[in-house]
């Protein structure tokens, strides 16, 4: 069986080397700039040319679809084109206004084809935007190349010489394809297939080398992209050990068990020492016969479909099983080396992608890669990330909430359990109506266990690749602001914000952006409502300048936790949140105190914890949460400060809070007054004035030297219309025109004097303007549409 093994690894090996040669340059592609306009990882932190970099990025439509059809004359096709175009323009425009500088891509690049510049076909449409983008020096991540992967035909049987297996594997592939194409994205398979693996590394390849004939070059080639993703949430090992591959046809359900077999025989050498290490093994258990079950998993292990029923010998062993096991039927030993089984198949088929990808071209080979994205509270998946160039992780949370209920919270099986239980319904409970306001909960942004605030492992990259609070949300103008207080903490490197929407009008309207806000609907809080909300965006912009230019300071020695084989094979991980055991439960709290690095480090037994922690028994008494002298979070007046030389922020209830906020700067926020327009959902009442200030240099300098700043203060806003369901009934999303309650301010302070002032509206026009006197006073209307102002001296 090593024998094959090796032999299936030189395939793959040959493979991808046909592969590569098949996607050699073009004669059209261009040649490659220099090394120095890369982005590459040096000393853990994403660099250009020696300089650090971080990257504030949109996702979801960004660029404009031409929608061309074949009926179209040529004056219709050009006109589409023309239009199409521009409004992309308008968008990477818009995104340089709002403060990004980066976007997540994973929209219309399936396996693009070649085409003719204005063709108004998807390619042009893709590759135009690209252009705009690298034209405008923001910047590409690369995402899920593995969903672009396309399908498995029976026919792609030879990609992989193994005449033995031919006709199976064709069989099998029809079979699950149901009599079409295979899907490679999502394909348990894939990581244990050689041929499956193969395909994927072809179409992953096609996508790679593709050419960009607005830019002469090929994608892999072109220093624009800045982090190239395998993979997005394929979350393989959650799926495997929820028994997703126990549906799969019996072909490949044979070679993993084959595979497990010959694990056991590497690890073990003889039955004898599996059974010591086991305690028993089941009746014709063998692994010299290769008849040993793959199991136990995460629920019901049934034995007709974890057994290889190609053996003869499996056959008759089965017979004297019975039907259905569960991990109580077994010694937590085998329970770790199914674990330690499949992990190391899922990282070895990713260093094999990874080793196919990089070659292809100077910025596949010079770019951080990551191999997959999230998911956030599972050891297992931490440890993949951690074999890459870069760590992933998300999170999302809601705007509303249920009332929180305590009976019910203590009868988990466990005290792992019941803490987490607990945890959870603390989390996502209402505590402001039927609203949830997490600044008046301990800091963090999670709705259970924590997914970004612990992740962060030292010395290399740490990516948020998905972020939001789902729409309708009263308080969401904080959310940007404690992102990217997080972020600062954390040192992040890039942040990827859930979901622009399409504006496909955008090249043929005067204002693309006066529309009703999105309201998320189902149970996936993905809020992909931005595009339209001038309220968050204001927030998100000020957020984007003040951690792009690290002008708020991270947390200056981060407590280590260092998790070992135990944990990290630990049966209990099979169930969400079973991971870390009771010492994962004080990383969170700990991330916003003192900052937090994560190491799995399978080298080692136990677990260690280097450093002062807040207990998770203290996570509703530890007020405030004060990581550095610049962030202060008090969760009990319902506040977070923001205060740095170059940068100054407020949000939370200034009711609670004081009627002025004084920074260390000598500004001073003041005078503060809310305007709730007429028929305005629920009215910002004066007994809590909920706000979100920031005010931040331009220039990376501090306030009192910098020549260029920017301001923003606002409150909440609904869609004219809006109502909130209860007792069963819908909430009405409402629709145009969006209703704001407006932030009326009186700002002062001596680093503002003689600086000259605009008022933009949502739309970047300009609305007022002056210079602001030696007083260093300058007064934001309530009446007026201010959506930021730009300073300057």
């Known amino acids: 069986m090593k024998a094959m093994i090796l032999t299936v690894s030189l395939l793959v090996l040959a493979c991808t080397q046909r592969s590569a040669r098949a996607a050699a340059p073009s004669p059209a592609a261009g040649k490659p700039p220099d090394d120095g306009q890369y982005v590459v990882v040096k000393d853990g932190r994403l660099t250009l040319d020696g300089v650090r970099q971080r990257y504030w990025a949109v996702i979801g439509g960004v660029y404009c679809n031409s929608g061309v059809k074949p009926a179209d004359t040529p004056q219709q096709k050009a006109e589409k084109v023309k239009t199409a175009h521009r409004g992309t323009e308008v968008l990477v425009q818009r995104y340089i206004d709002l403060g990004f500088n980066a976007c997540r891509f994973w929209r219309g690049f399936n396996q693009p084809t070649d085409y003719t510049p204005g063709d108004g076909s998807p390619a042009d449409d893709v590759d135009y935007f690209i252009a705009k983008m690298k034209e405008r020096g923001l910047r590409i991540w690369l995402a899920g190349m593995g969903g672009n992967a396309g399908q498995a035909l029976p026919d792609d049987v030879n990609i992989i010489s193994a005449p033995a297996t031919a006709d199976a594997w064709k069989a099998a592939v029809a079979e699950a394809g149901k009599g079409k194409g295979w899907d490679i994205r999502n394909n348990p398979a894939r990581i244990w297939d050689p041929r499956l693996e193969a395909v994927g590394i072809r179409n992953m390849t096609n996508v790679a080398t593709h050419v960009n004939r607005y830019t002469n070059l090929r994608w892999c080639d072109d220093p624009v992209f800045v982090v190239w993703e395998l993979s997005n949430e394929e979350w393989w090992m959650r799926r495997m050990l929820g028994g997703s591959w126990q549906k799969l046809p019996a072909f490949f359900r044979n070679q993993l068990v084959a595979r497990w077999n010959e694990f056991l025989k590497g690890k073990y050498g003889s039955d004898e020492k599996l059974k010591a290490a086991w305690k028993e093994l089941l009746p014709g258990e063998s692994i010299a016969k290769g008849t040993v079950l793959l199991a136990p998993m995460a629920g019901a292990s049934k034995v007709a479909v974890s057994i290889n029923d190609a053996s003869p010998q499996a056959k008759e062993a089965l017979e004297a099983l019975k039907q259905e096991y569960s991990r109580s039927d077994f010694d937590p030993r085998r329970g770790e080396d199914v674990i330690e089984f499949l992990l190391d198949l899922q990282v070895k088929h990713k260093q094999r992608e990874a080793a196919a990808i990089k070659p292809l071209g100077k910025s596949t080979r010079l770019c951080p890669m990551v191999y997959d994205t999230g998911i956030g509270y599972e050891i297992e998946s931490q440890y993949l990330h951690q074999q890459a160039d870069a760590v992933a992780h998300d999170a999302y949370v809601n705007g509303t909430g249920p009332e929180f209920k305590d009976e ?37 942004i999670c709705q259970g266990v924590p997914w970004l605030e612990h992740n962060r492992m030292e010395g290399k990259p740490y990516f948020c690749y998905e972020v939001q609070i789902q729409q309708p949300a009263k308080y969401r103008a904080d959310f940007p602001l404690r992102l990217g207080a997080l972020a600062s903490i954390q040192d992040w490197d890039f942040v990827c914000w859930h979901y622009f929407g399409s504006v496909d009008d955008a090249g043929a309207s005067d204002r693309p952006f006066d529309k009703r806000m999105d309201i998320t609907t189902g149970s996936h809080p993905q809020g992909y409502h931005y595009t339209y909300d001038e309220v968050q965006n204001a927030m998100m912009r000020a957020a984007a300048w003040m951690w792009r230019q690290q002008l708020l300071a991270p947390a200056a020695r981060p407590t280590k936790f260092i998790y070992g084989r135990k944990a990290l094979y630990d049966p209990a991980s099979m169930d969400y949140g079973g991971s870390y055991g009771m010492t994962g ?28 922690v807040v207990k998770f028994a203290d996570r509703n008494s530890h007020n405030p949460y004060t990581p550095t002298d610049q962030i202060v979070f008090d969760w009990k007046k319902g506040y977070l400060m923001l205060d740095a030389p170059a940068s100054a922020a407020f949000t939370g209830l200034l009711a609670r809070y004081g009627e002025k906020i004084e920074f260390k700067s000598g500004l001073i926020l003041k005078d503060v007054k809310i305007n709730n327009p007429p028929g305005i959902y629920e009215p910002v009442k004066d007994d809590e004035k909920y706000i979100a200030f920031a005010v931040h240099s331009l220039d990376a300098q501090p306030l009192d030297k910098a020549r260029k700043a920017s301001l923003s203060v606002v409150s909440t806003s609904f869609n004219s219309g809006f109502a909130l369901g209860g007792q069963g009934k819908p909430t009405v999303g409402g629709n145009t025109p969006v209703l704001v309650a407006r932030v009326g301010a009186t700002v002062q302070g001596a680093v503002l004097a003689g600086m000259k002032y605009k008022f933009h509206d949502w739309h970047m026009n300009q609305i007022g303007a002056g210079t602001i006197g030696a007083d260093g006073l300058l007064k934001i209307p309530a009446d007026q549409p201010v959506f930021c102002v730009s300073l300057e001296r």
Request: hydrophobic share 35%; charged share 30%.
């Open 585 to 612: 439960m004080d990383m969170m709290q700990t991330a916003y105190q003192y900052g937090c690095r994560i190491r799995i480090d399978p080298s080692r037994q136990d677990d260690e914890v280097i450093g002062p």
């Open 408 to 444: 019910g919270l203590d009868d988990a099986p466990t005290e792992l359990a019941k803490a987490q239980k607990r945890l959870g319904a603390e989390r996502i409970s209402a505590n402001s109506g039927r609203w949830v306001n997490w600044l008046l909960k301990p800091p963090g």
